[in-house]
């Protein structure tokens, strides 16, 4: 018989601020997890409510639980970190505060990982009081493998909520950029390094309110800035930068083509529009992955690229 510790271990980071409300609930389901081999780290950044006693009287009960506490608030990207910096399993989970998990989670997960850098799956949207709302996220998003990081260069999302990966892939990882979110960072660099696989089945209960802080689907939230265009287009260059930076220098094909791209963002030139046109136009099916796009909204896309960069 396999005892628990001959299991691979895997972490369990939970990041937590001012999540007192549904925090019990998420705990628990990551205890009754299937999967026999598990730490949990919660990381909680400053907060003002219950959230650190709840969180402290786990970790009393529970041997596997460890609680890094901050009296500064760094944000929810840098409060990730931290905890990804402890995490000592082979496999490393990222845990919202808010949500439930199914109890196959884990276990689906970490089948279903081979030879993938990082896998994530389905989830079922509840509202704040656990009541279904009937509706996947695959219904809202369009979940796919992702396999070249010329997906990423307008946007894709792979929920950190639903993902588990190894932790090897954090060597590449750290420091995280505060330009974009973890899971969009740690999904980036996964599909360089290994690939990106969609498990299709619901294993999260994912929770829809409006204190989400990121992610939640159609929530009020009242006024938010609006950048100006000079904002988006900085921006977009840097954000760029950032990509071809952190992409593989393999296979060549796609560095070259970021490195075109990026050269294509530094101005508005007659030149570069063109170029810009042109590679989003080549490119434009890989580009629009994640996106259901047909054909011919792809191609106004590549020609609006004329006259902005996002």
Known sequence: MITATEWPLVS????????????RQQIDSVLAQTYPNLEIIITDDASADDTLQIAQSYQEQQANIRLLRSTVNHGYIKNFERGLREAKGEYVALCDQDDIWLPEKIAALVKALGDHALVYCDSALIDEAGTSLHRKMSELRHYIDYRNPLMYVIGVWSPGHAMLFRRSLLEDC??????????????????????VHFVDQCLVLY???????????????GKKHRPSRREQTAVAR???????????????????????LLESYQSFSFRNNCLRVALFYRYRHLLHASKRKGEFMQRVYALKMFFKLV
């Open 207 to 221: 929770r829809q309110h409006s204190a989400n802080a990121i992610g939640g689907i159609k929530m009020k939230r």
């Open 174 to 195: 750290f420091p995280f950029p505060r330009l974009v979110t973890q899971d969009f960072w740690l999904s980036f660099i996964a599909s360089g390094r290994g690939g």
């Open 238 to 260: 840097e954000r760029m930068q950032l990509l071809y930076d952190h992409c593989p220098s393999l296979p060549a094909a796609v560095k070259e083509t970021l490195g075109r």
């Open 12 to 23: 369990v980071v939970v990041a937590t601020y001012n999540g007192g409300r549904f925090l």
